[in-house]
C-alpha cells in the first residue's frame, strides 16, 4: 500500500532555511503520471498549496512563495525534499507530502504531516 | 491565485442530508472536471473523498456524493452521521497558477 511520512525540523528560527524530507513506499515517483506535493495547513487555517513534483521532474510552485522554495526528487531513495528560504513566524504551520497521480493534482494518499514551529 | 470559496460553517442532524458548495471561477471549477473533496478530523490528515467531480474513492461510504454545475461545485453527505463532523476542503485544477492546484476556504460541518 502507499505510505508517506515527512520528516525534518521541529523548531526554526527566523530567516533560517526549513529543509523537510518525504519518504514514500508503494509507488515509484519514475511512473508516469505520478507526482508528490507539499501543503501546509497553519493552525486552524486552511490548507494551502506549496510545491509539486512529476515523475519527469516537472516542478510547479505556488506563485506566491515560488522564490522561497525548492523541490526535489531522488528516486532511488523514494524521497522527495522541500526547501524553503528565509522562515518567518507565518510559516508555522503543519507541513503534508501527499501522492498525486494523472498528472493533475488530486491527491489521493497523504502523510501524516509534521508541525514546523517558526521561533526565536 | 484566489481560493475557492466555500462557506464557513454547515450543519445538520443525524439523517439529514447536507450540501457543501465551492465556487471557483471559469479558470478552475468550471473549465476542467478536476474538482476534489477532502475531509480532516482534528489532528488528522486530509482523506480524498470525491475526485473528478463525482467518484469516489475506494472504500468512501455512498454516502458522499459530489456534482458541479457552472462554476459551483457541491459535496453531498446524505444520511449524516456523528463521525461525519469535520472539516471539508474542495480542490480544483486551475490554469491560473503554474503549480496547478488550489483548495477551498474550508467548510467546518457539525452534526447537531
Known amino acids: 500500500q502507499i505510505t508517506l511520512k515527512e520528516s525534518g525540523p521541529t523548531l526554526v528560527k527566523p530567516t533560517q532555511t526549513l529543509t523537510l524530507t518525504c519518504t514514500f513506499s508503494g509507488f515509484s515517483l519514475s511512473t508516469s503520471g505520478v507526482g508528490v506535493g507539499w501543503i501546509r495547513q497553519p493552525p486552524g487555517k486552511a490548507l494551502e498549496w506549496l510545491a509539486l513534483?512529476?515523475?519527469?521532474?516537472?516542478?510547479r510552485y505556488s506563485p506566491s512563495l515560488k522564490s522561497r522554495l525548492t523541490i526535489t526528487k531522488d528516486t532511488s531513495k523514494n524521497q522527495v525534499v522541500l526547501t524553503m528560504t528565509n522562515m518567518d513566524p507565518v510559516d508555522t504551520a503543519t507541513y503534508y507530502c501527499?501522492?498525486?497521480?494523472?498528472?493533475?493534482?488530486?491527491?489521493?494518499?497523504w502523510g501524516q504531516g509534521t508541525l514546523v514551529t517558526v521561533s526565536s | 491565485q484566489s481560493a475557492l470559496t466555500q462557506p464557513a460553517s454547515v450543519s445538520g442532524s443525524p439523517g439529514q442530508s447536507i450540501t457543501i458548495s465551492c465556487t471557483g471561477t471559469?479558470?478552475?471549477?468550471?473549465?476542467?472536471?478536476?474538482v476534489s473533496w477532502y475531509q480532516q478530523h482534528p489532528g488528522k490528515a486530509p482523506k480524498l473523498m470525491i475526485y473528478e467531480v463525482s467518484n469516489r474513492p475506494s472504500g468512501v461510504s455512498n454516502r458522499f456524493s459530489g456534482s458541479k454545475s457552472g462554476n459551483t461545485a457541491s459535496l453531498t453527505i446524505s444520511g449524516l452521521q456523528a463521525e461525519d463532523e469535520a472539516d471539508y476542503y474542495c480542490?480544483?485544477?486551475?490554469?491560473?497558477?503554474?503549480?496547478?492546484?488550489?483548495f477551498g476556504t474550508g467548510t467546518k460541518v457539525t452534526v447537531l
Open positions: 480542490s480544483s485544477y486551475t490554469s491560473s497558477s503554474t503549480l496547478g492546484g488550489v
Open positions: 501527499a501522492h498525486s497521480y494523472g498528472g493533475n493534482p488530486t491527491l489521493d494518499y
Open positions: 513534483i512529476y515523475w519527469d521532474d516537472d516542478k
Open positions: 471559469s479558470s478552475d471549477v468550471g473549465g476542467y472536471n478536476y
